[in-house]
């Protein structure tokens, strides 16, 4: 069984990392969660309510890192998913997170990114020239690290899947693990 990486850190968007994880499974792929280190993650829930400028977060369920960045052998995984939520803004700067980025980029394995999670390839300088769905308020973080910003549900540029947040899930989601499906079929 083939193993995807999913990133997450504390206040990762609990169905921008749910839903794909259980879509990885169902297709036959053993998701395999990576954070800053070994340890249990706290997943948020956010949300923009009615009346409300600005996103409000709840707790949401708890989720075990299989490995951390530091031990992740990038050749042993057919894909990555960058998951949104606060967690992409400080564990961005991570340096093995940064080497793990720019190998799925630089291998054109396939790549999902929804929401925040942008902010992971935009510091490691992989957006650069390329198409992507983001959450509003994180174009200026695509856009000034040379990306263009798309206001879709489902951008696709080459190896690169996105979405601008769960509500997307249904649409990127989908044309990422049939690629990732179509590779590992090949």
Partial sequence: MQKVLIVIGDATELLDTMYPYYRLQEAGFQPVVTAPEKRKYQLVLHEVKPGWTITKEWEGYTLDCDVPFSEVKEDDYAGIM??????????????NLVRITKHFFAENKPIASVCHGVEIPAY???VRGRKMATVAKCKFDLEVCGGTFVDEPCVIDGNLFSGRTFHDNGYYVGPWIEALTNARDA
Wanted: hydrophobic share 20%; glycine share 12%; net charge negative.
């Fill in 124 to 126: 490691a300088d992989c």
């Fill in 82 to 95: 960058y998951s949104g939520g606060r967690a992409p803004e400080y564990i961005r700067y991570d340096e």
